[in-house]
């Protein structure tokens, strides 16, 4: 028999009893705590319980969101779940007008969900008083780093305003996951992992799978002509005393840059702004080589077509034109205007294709998420598999705006989702804004078209299949290549943060532990 947590602010049986749930809310509850913990067990309820738990009709509550989906997405909830009035649960974003919002600020009772930009922004305007609130929720909190807004807003709160963050991937290393607790005025931090025994009842299996494939031929030789270029250009820093390794990184790259850049600041040698222009030639090249071993033949001549066009232009770089005027560069860009896209279809699209449409073939009713880096070859991909009898697919793309490339508004996001929710679609291609948390319905198939280094990133792919039912993920990876190397680094970070984490927290001891009841 289902139980259903019962609170005068909750509506009945909206909330299923999960102790694990109830129990990191009675930490939230006890004092300020940071909450990492698998996506899919549903950290969000979390936040809702302790929202319903110390509502204060006197006071106000800011749960903040990195992007207006997520935060729309947050205030559904919070108006399907609490028997709080709906009006007194409000939305801002950049798009609420200042006057509205100065007005909002003025109410008590609110619970304001809001994205991080426009509190920041009404902060430093004056509008936001510290005493009208006594709760600040952190969602995706691993964001509270550097210059980000979350930082700001937490620095203007004092520590007794009671803070909850919630993240599913907080940083590779100990040091990283202590900055965003610090940063957001946090000391206590409570961890769930795939082993938990008080989860592990909660989280369905996702099966994994790597499947390696070669590069082609014409793509291997245009990646060896990139390769030379950049061997070159380092074997001259080197040179220069600016260190740079053979088996070099995108990383060792901006670093030598910054190393130069200090140097410059120094001294007034000529020598050094050389240097600078070959380290920023030697980005653009890397740039195309990770285009040409991780997307394929369209997405790297188009970047090789830009490079020319800005070559000619009054105003061009001299690395820039170091590029062009290269014999490499340009025997690169003739074997790519060589090939028809319509005859000769890269390796790993290939495989996408095929996979995708098999997958379908034996289950006919399945939602597929594809993730791409890179915008341009996203069209692409979306072209190539709408080319299928039974794939109908769609992009999923941001709202900023790139050269040619029109974003999507938020209404148009939310009207794809709710297509892909009612089958119109079966395939959903996406860049990183599928990543975060956004209300995509869960899918039984997650393809990484391409690697990425980013272990937050890799964990937020994954986390969306196997939240109702077992998933699949199939990462596509051109062996030898950019694409493999990340592949290996992102799977690095990863084992290094489970291991911080395991080690990160011990939880104190107690004769009994409390639960939700003892503070009805």
Not at 417 to 443: A, M, W, Y
């Given at each position: 028999m289902t139980e259903y947590i019962e609170h005068k602010n909750i509506k009945s049986k909206k909330v299923q009893k999960r102790l694990y749930q109830e129990l990191l809310t009675v930490k939230a509850i006890e004092q300020n705590t940071l909450v990492v913990a698998p996506t899919g067990l549903g950290k969000t309820i979390v936040a809702v319980l302790l929202i319903a738990y110390?509502?204060?009709?006197?006071?106000?509550?800011?749960?903040?969101?990195?992007?207006?989906?997520?935060?729309?997405?947050?205030?559904?909830?919070?108006?399907?779940?609490?028997?709080?009035?709906?009006?007194?649960?409000?939305?801002?974003?950049?798009?609420?007008?200042?006057?509205?919002?100065?007005?909002?600020?003025?109410q008590k009772g609110l619970i304001i969900c809001a994205t991080p930009q426009t509190i920041r922004n009404d902060i430093l305007k004056g509008f936001?008083?510290?005493?009208?609130?006594?709760?600040?929720?952190?969602?995706?909190?691993?964001?509270?780093?550097?210059?980000?807004?979350?930082?700001e807003i937490s620095s203007y709160f004092n520590e007794n305003i009671k803070r909850l963050g919630l993240t599913a991937s907080p940083g590779a290393n100990r040091k990283k996951i202590q900055e965003v607790a610090d940063n957001l005025k946090i000391k206590h931090v409570e961890i769930r992992?795939?082993?938990?025994?008080?989860?592990?009842?909660?989280?369905?299996?996702?099966?994994?799978?790597?499947?390696?494939?070669?590069?082609?031929?014409?793509?291997?030789?245009?990646?060896?002509?990139?390769?030379?270029?950049?061997?070159?250009?380092?074997?001259?820093?080197?040179?220069?005393?600016?260190?740079?390794?053979?088996?070099?990184?995108?990383?060792?790259?901006?670093?030598?840059?910054?190393?130069?850049?200090?140097?410059?600041q120094k001294t007034q040698n000529k020598l050094l702004y050389v240097a600078l222009s070959q380290t920023a030639s030697i980005l653009k090249v890397y740039h195309a080589k990770e285009l040409i071993e991780t997307q394929g033949f369209v997405s790297t001549k188009k970047y090789l077509d830009k490079l020319f066009k800005e070559a000619q232009e009054k105003k061009a770089s001299r690395a820039l034109k170091q590029i062009v005027n290269h014999e490499n560069i340009c025997k690169a860009y003739t074997s790519l205007l060589n090939i028809d896209p319509k005859k000769q279809i890269y390796s790993k699209q290939k495989l996408l294709v095929d996979y995708v449409k098999?997958?379908?073939?034996?289950?006919?009713?399945?939602?597929?998420?594809?993730?791409?880096?890179?915008?341009?070859?996203?069209?692409?991909?979306?072209?190539?598999?709408?080319?299928?009898?039974?794939?109908?697919?769609?992009?999923?793309?941001?709202?900023?705006?790139?050269?040619?490339?029109?974003?999507?508004?938020?209404?148009?996001?939310?009207?794809?989702?709710?297509?892909?929710?009612?089958?119109?679609?079966?395939?959903?291609?996406?860049?990183?804004?599928?990543?975060?948390?956004?209300?995509?319905?869960?899918?039984?198939?997650?393809?990484?078209?391409?690697?990425?280094?980013?272990?937050?990133?890799?964990?937020?792919?994954?986390?969306?299949?196997?939240?109702?039912?077992?998933g699949k993920v199939v990462l596509l990876l051109n062996k030898g290549t950019i694409d493999e190397h990340y592949y290996y680094v992102s799977l690095k970070k990863e084992k290094?943060?489970?291991?911080?984490?395991?080690?990160?927290?011990?939880?104190?001891?107690?004769?009994?532990?409390?639960?939700?009841?003892d503070y009805c």
């Open positions: 110390i509502y204060d009709p006197k006071k106000n509550i800011l749960l903040l969101s990195p992007t207006k989906p997520l935060i729309t997405q947050h205030k559904k909830s919070l108006e399907e779940i609490l028997t709080i009035d709906s009006q007194k649960i409000k939305l801002l974003t950049g798009t609420t007008t200042q006057e509205k919002r100065k007005e909002i600020y003025k936001i008083e510290e005493k009208d609130y006594n709760l600040i929720i952190f969602d995706e909190a691993h964001r509270g780093v550097g210059n980000y807004s979350y930082v992992t795939e082993t938990d025994q008080d989860v592990v009842d909660y989280l369905k299996e996702i099966d994994l799978e790597i499947v390696f494939t070669e590069l082609d031929e014409v793509s291997r030789k245009v990646s060896t002509l990139f390769e030379s270029f950049i061997f070159e250009k380092v074997t001259f820093l080197n040179k220069l005393n600016i260190r740079i390794s053979k088996n070099y990184t995108k990383k060792q790259i901006l670093q030598a840059q910054a190393i130069i850049l200090d140097r410059i098999n997958f379908l073939k034996n289950n006919l009713k399945s939602k597929i998420l594809v993730f791409n880096n890179f915008r341009e070859n996203a069209n692409l991909l979306v072209e190539l598999l709408n080319k299928e009898k039974n794939i109908c697919s769609v992009r999923f793309v941001g709202q900023a705006t790139k050269v040619l490339d029109k974003g999507l508004t938020q209404k148009q996001q939310s009207q794809i989702i709710q297509e892909f929710r009612e089958n119109k679609h079966n395939v959903l291609v996406c860049t990183s804004v599928g990543e975060e948390g956004l209300d995509i319905p869960s899918v039984d198939l997650v393809v990484f078209y391409d690697a990425v280094a980013s272990e937050i990133r890799a964990i937020q792919r994954r986390g969306r299949t196997g939240r109702f039912s077992a290094a943060m489970k291991k911080t984490l395991k080690n990160f927290h011990t939880p104190r001891k107690s004769k009994k532990k409390k639960t939700l009841f």
